[in-house]
C-alpha cells in the first residue's frame, strides 16, 4: 500500500523531455484511477483519469497507463515545460464500495529545469 | 468550470482557540463536500465527508469533537478546529461533488498555523 513518508520522491528533468511519473496502488477493487497536479500552496488540479476498462488513455501532452495486473499508474508529460513543475499525485477510487472516497498516492515532485 | 473556493486561505491563530475554515461551491450545489488535510511533503487524507442536512462522516482516527464539521446548505461547508494545537498545523482543502462523484472540484486550500 501507499505509505506517507516526509521525503516526496522527486523527478528532474530538462525542459522539452518526456517525463514518466509512476504510481504504485494499493487496493486491487479499484476501478477508477486520477491524478492531479498540486502547485505549492494551492489545492490539487485534476489532470487526467482512467477507468479499470482501459489501460491507456491519452490527453493534452499527458498520457496515463494502467497496468491492472501489477497494481500500477504510470503518467507521462511530453515535452516538459517550466509550468509542469509541482508535485503530482495519483488518487484511486473503488466505485463499488457504498461509500466513495479518494485515496492518494504519496506524490512526486517534478522539477523542470530550463 | 465549476470553482470552489475556501476562506480564510491561511490562518494563525492561538493554541487553545478554535478556527473555523469555510468551503463554498461558487456556480453549483454539492450535496457532499470532503475535508482533507495535508501536512508538509506529504499527501492528502481524507478526514471527513461532509453531506448537506446530515451529520458528516469522519475516517478512523480522526477526532469529530475536534474537527466540528457542518454542511448547512448546498453551496458551504465548514470546518471548525476546536482548541487548536500546534499540531494541529496543517494545510486543509475542501473538494466538492458536482453531480456524480467523478466530478469533483477541489478548493485553494487554507493554511492553518498554530502558535
Known amino acids: 500500500g501507499e505509505s506517507v513518508g516526509l521525503h516526496l520522491p522527486t523527478l528532474s528533468v530538462q525542459e522539452g523531455d518526456n517525463s514518466i511519473i509512476n504510481c504504485a496502488y494499493s487496493?486491487?477493487?479499484?476501478?477508477?484511477f486520477i491524478w492531479y497536479k498540486q502547485e505549492s500552496g494551492k489545492g490539487p488540479q485534476f489532470i487526467i483519469d482512467?477507468?479499470?476498462?482501459?489501460d491507456k488513455r491519452q490527453g493534452q501532452r499527458v498520457t496515463v497507463l494502467l497496468n491492472k495486473t501489477v497494481k500500477h499508474l504510470s503518467l507521462q508529460i511530453a515535452a516538459t515545460q517550466p509550468g509542469d513543475s509541482a508535485v503530482y499525485f495519483c488518487?484511486?477510487?473503488?466505485?463499488?464500495?457504498?461509500?466513495?472516497?479518494?485515496?492518494f498516492g504519496k506524490g512526486t515532485l517534478l522539477t523542470v529545469n530550463p | 468550470g465549476a470553482v470552489v473556493s475556501q476562506h480564510p486561505s491561511w490562518v494563525i491563530c492561538k493554541s487553545g482557540t478554535s478556527v473555523k475554515i469555510e468551503c463554498r461551491s461558487l456556480?453549483?450545489?454539492?450535496?457532499?463536500m470532503f475535508w482533507y488535510r495535508q501536512f508538509p511533503k506529504q499527501s492528502l487524507m481524507l478526514m471527513a465527508t461532509?453531506?448537506?442536512?446530515?451529520?458528516?462522516?469522519?475516517e478512523q482516527g480522526v477526532e469529530k469533537d475536534k474537527f466540528l464539521i457542518n454542511h448547512a446548505s448546498l453551496t458551504l461547508s465548514t470546518l471548525t478546529v476546536t482548541s487548536a494545537h500546534p499540531e494541529d498545523s496543517s494545510f486543509y482543502i475542501c473538494?466538492?461533488?458536482?453531480?456524480?462523484?467523478?466530478?469533483?472540484?477541489f478548493g485553494p486550500g487554507t493554511r492553518l498555523t498554530v502558535t
Open positions: 473538494s466538492a461533488i458536482a453531480g456524480s462523484f467523478y466530478e469533483q472540484y
Open positions: 487496493n486491487s477493487a479499484s476501478d477508477y
Open positions: 482512467i477507468r479499470s476498462n482501459m
Open positions: 488518487a484511486e477510487v473503488e466505485s463499488g464500495g457504498s461509500n466513495y472516497k479518494l485515496t
Open positions: 456556480d453549483f450545489q454539492a450535496t457532499t
Open positions: 461532509s453531506n448537506e442536512g446530515s451529520k458528516a462522516t469522519y
